[in-house]
C-alpha cells in the first residue's frame, strides 16, 4: 500500500490503518459515530493527501477541458471550482472531479482510486495541454463543520487583507497559511465532502504533518476524522462515491447528476452523444434515497425487490448517526413508481425501503 505524507502522524494521534484506493488510511481515531458527530457540531480534520492533484498545462488549457469534461469549463469565473465528470464515450463515468480555475492555472482534483487510470487517459485525449502530477508535492488537508471558518480565519491571510469567512462556496484563492509559525503559501478552497462548511488546504508536502497538526490544535473542539465518519456524513449529504453509486458501468444520468453535465455545450465532449441520447429516451434505472426500517443497514450489493422481484441494488447504506435511522441509496429500475412498495433482501431478512428525498440531511435543517 502507498502511504501519504501524513501516515506518521495518523499513527502518532492512534489511528485505526486500513487500505483505501490503494492507501494506507485512517479509518478513525476514536470512533465513526463520535467522529460523524464531530464534524456535524463542531469541527473535524481530514488527510486527504491521497486524492490526485493535477494542473493542466498548455497553450489552450480551456478548450481542451472542453474536450474531455462535461462540464462547460469555458463559462467559470476565475477562482470558481465546480464539479464536472469524465465520462468514456458510452456515458459511463471514468470519475468524478473537481475544476478549480485560479487566476493563472486550471487544476483538477481526481479520486484517489482513479488517479493512475486517469494520467494515461488524458495524455492520450487532451489537445492542446497536458497533465503535471503534483499529487506527491502539494498535500492536500480538510477542516470541516460548523466551527471551521471561525477558527480557521485569523491563520488564512489571503490578498488584499480579504476574510476568510467571506470566501463563497465552491470558490478557490491564494493565501497564506500561518498555523505553524511559519508564513505557508499556498490556496484555499470552500469546498468539502461532508455536507457541512469547510476548507481545503493546499501546500507544499514537507509542510503537510505541521499544518494537520496545528488544524487539530486550533481548538479542544477540533479532532481528527477517518474515512468512516467521512463515509456516512457523504451519505447523509447525498453525495455520490465513485465504486459505489459512479463506476464505468453508469452514466451521469442516470445517476442524477445532470447538473454537472453541459449536454449542449459548444464544445461537444467525449461520451455526450450518448448522454444526449440517454437523456432524451430516459434512463433505464434511477439512483433513490430510502429508509431502511428495522436496526439492520442495507450494504452495497443487496438486491431491493419489489412484488418479490429484483429491481434494482443498493450501492451505499449506513446507520445515519444524525438521523437516527438505517439510510442508504440505490439504482431503481425507472419502471418502478416512486410510491411503489420496495423491499431489500438482507439475507433472512426483507425489511420495507421508504422513500426518501436526496439528500438525507442538509446543514441548518437536520432532515429534509
Not at 84 to 111: K, T
Not at 302 to 321: D, K, M, N, Q, Y
Not at 339 to 355: E, F, I, K, S, Y
Request: aromatic share 8%.
Amino acid at each position: 500500500m502507498k502511504k501519504t505524507v501524513l501516515n506518521a502522524a495518523h499513527q502518532r494521534h492512534g489511528a485505526r490503518l486500513v487500505e483505501f484506493g490503494g492507501f494506507e488510511m485512517p479509518v478513525w481515531y476514536s470512533a465513526l459515530t463520535e467522529e460523524h458527530h464531530t464534524v456535524r457540531k463542531q469541527a473535524g480534520v481530514f488527510d486527504l493527501c491521497h486524492m490526485g492533484r493535477f494542473e493542466v498545462v498548455g497553450d489552450d488549457p480551456v478548450r481542451s477541458l472542453d474536450q474531455v469534461l462535461t462540464r462547460d469549463v469555458s463559462t467559470m469565473k476565475k477562482g470558481q471550482v465546480c464539479y464536472s465528470l469524465v465520462c468514456r464515450e458510452d456515458g459511463g463515468i471514468l470519475d468524478d472531479i473537481l475544476v478549480y480555475r485560479l487566476p493563472d492555472r486550471w487544476w483538477l482534483v481526481v479520486n484517489a482510486g482513479n488517479r493512475e487510470k486517469l494520467l494515461p487517459w488524458f495524455a492520450d485525449q487532451l489537445q492542446g495541454a497536458h497533465i503535471v502530477d503534483h499529487s506527491e508535492s502539494l498535500a492536500m488537508v480538510a477542516l470541516q463543520g460548523p466551527l471551521a471558518a471561525e477558527l480557521l480565519a485569523p491563520h488564512i491571510e489571503r490578498p488584499k487583507g480579504r476574510d476568510l469567512r467571506n470566501l463563497g462556496y465552491y470558490r478557490v484563492g491564494a493565501a497564506n497559511v500561518n498555523l505553524t509559525g511559519t508564513s505557508l503559501p499556498g490556496w484555499i478552497s470552500r469546498t468539502g465532502y461532508t455536507g457541512e462548511d469547510g476548507f481545503e488546504i493546499y501546500v507544499d508536502s514537507e509542510h503537510a504533518e505541521a499544518v494537520f497538526d496545528a488544524l487539530i490544535g486550533l481548538s479542544d473542539q477540533v479532532h481528527p476524522c477517518g474515512l468512516g465518519c467521512r463515509d456516512t456524513l457523504r451519505l447523509e449529504a447525498g453525495m455520490p462515491l465513485y465504486g459505489h453509486e459512479l463506476s464505468e458501468e453508469i452514466d451521469p444520468i442516470s445517476a442524477g447528476l445532470d447538473f454537472g453535465v453541459g449536454l449542449h455545450k459548444e464544445t461537444p465532449f467525449i461520451g455526450q452523444s450518448a448522454l444526449q441520447e440517454i437523456e432524451s429516451r430516459g434512463p433505464e434505472r434511477r439512483m433513490r434515497g430510502f429508509t431502511v426500517d428495522g436496526r439492520r443497514p442495507a450494504r452495497q450489493g443487496a438486491s431491493i425487490l419489489h412484488e418479490g422481484e429484483v429491481v434494482g441494488e443498493v450501492t451505499s447504506g449506513s446507520p445515519s448517526p444524525t438521523l437516527g435511522v438505517a439510510i442508504a441509496c440505490g439504482y431503481v429500475s425507472a419502471e418502478i413508481p416512486d410510491d411503489a412498495p420496495l423491499q431489500v433482501d438482507l439475507g433472512r431478512q426483507t425489511p420495507d425501503l421508504r422513500p426518501h428525498p436526496l439528500p438525507f440531511y442538509r446543514k441548518d435543517a437536520e432532515k429534509v
